[in-house]
């Protein structure tokens, strides 16, 4: 699973499976958003999104709300 900081993202739609889609939202264009292996600072980063970038934000009550769960 993977796990980015949910202050990050701009909701849009949500799907019929309780999914919704975002888009990273940057202050600063130019820097990323790490993708963690999980919901906390201190999971691993294992790859970064750019500003911009969309992602499916998969619905799961069992992490802190601060953090989204998501694919891409």
Same mark, same amino acid.
């Given at each position: 699973?993977?796990? /980015? #900081?949910?202050?990050?993202?701009?909701? %849009?739609? !949500? &799907?019929?499976? %309780?999914?919704?889609? #975002? $888009? /990273? @939202?940057?202050?600063?264009?130019?820097?990323?958003?790490? /993708?963690?292996?999980?919901?906390?600072? &201190? %999971? @691993?980063?294992?790859?970064?999104?750019?500003? %911009?970038?969309? !992602?499916? /934000?998969?619905? &799961?009550?069992?992490?802190? $709300?601060?953090?989204?769960?998501?694919?891409?």
């Amino acid at each position: 699973m993977l796990y /980015v #900081a949910t202050r990050f993202l701009k909701f %849009g739609s !949500v &799907n019929r499976g %309780g999914s919704s889609f #975002a $888009t /990273v @939202n940057l202050q600063d264009t130019n820097s990323y958003l790490n /993708v963690r292996d999980e919901p906390s600072m &201190n %999971g @691993n980063i294992i790859d970064r999104l750019s500003h %911009g970038q969309q !992602v499916t /934000v998969r619905v &799961n009550r069992s992490i802190p $709300t601060d953090w989204s769960e998501i694919s891409y």
